[in-house]
């Protein structure tokens, strides 16, 4: 488990209940490279609960670490490897899930694609103070080279703001 590279749970069914589960498994998940839970049934207490457990140091619990077992507890502080996260397209995310984990999106640098996409049944949007957390966390990701925002909506002010970042960005086109 400790090896895996790609987890794609795209299309599942997945809920909140699910992004719970696998927020448990998340700090064993320390060569994760690409996680896909797009197009689901996700909701945004499941997004912001997953994004917040990718971008906080790892805490694994050593009781449940068998005794002598030094690749599971030595998970790196913060997620360094994960690069493609797909969260996008999840019905129940309002702009209240996207406008969260644009303020903590920025501990991800390896990020090279990052879709948080509405779902075009419901788009979501983003207030201007979301607009602009995204705005100011895209310099903290200097790999990124694709954000995905289709089906979301941004008053103009914040629009502006993460404009002007993507055009100030060094790697998104």
Same mark, same amino acid.
């Given at each position: 488990? %400790?090896? *895996? @590279?790609?987890? @794609?749970?795209?299309? %599942? #069914?997945?809920?909140?209940? #699910? *992004?719970?589960?696998? #927020? ?10 690409? =996680? ?8 945004? $207490? ?23 077992? @030094? ?5 790196? +502080? ?15 995310? %309002?702009? &209240? ?6 303020? =903590?999106?920025?501990? =991800? ?6 879709? *948080?996409?509405?779902?075009?049944? $419901?788009?979501? +949007?983003?207030?201007?103070? &979301? ?11 200097? &790999? ?9 909506? *941004? ?5 502006? &703001? ?8 060094? %790697? =998104?086109?």
């Amino acid at each position: 488990l %400790t090896a *895996m @590279k790609v987890l @794609k749970l795209y299309r %599942t #069914g997945i809920s909140n209940r #699910g *992004m719970s589960s696998l #927020g448990k498994a998340l700090p064993y998940l320390v060569e994760l490279q690409v =996680l896909d839970v797009s197009n689901n049934c996700i909701g945004d $207490s499941g997004i912001v609960s997953l994004v917040q457990t990718l971008c906080q140091p790892s805490s694994l619990d050593t009781e449940q670490n068998p005794p002598g077992n @030094k690749r599971l507890s030595t998970a790196p +502080h913060y997620n360094t490897t994960l690069q493609e996260l797909y969260i996008g397209n999840n019905r129940g995310v %309002t702009g &209240a899930g996207p406008g969260r984990v644009a303020q =903590l999106i920025g501990a =991800l640098p390896a990020l090279t694609w990052l879709n *948080m996409s509405g779902d075009e049944y $419901s788009p979501a +949007h983003l207030s201007d103070t &979301a607009a602009m957390a995204l705005a100011e966390a895209l310099p903290r990701l200097p &790999a990124l080279d694709q954000l995905d925002l289709l089906f979301i909506s *941004m008053e103009p002010a914040g629009f502006q &703001a993460v404009m002007q970042a993507a055009e100030e960005h060094p %790697t =998104l086109e």
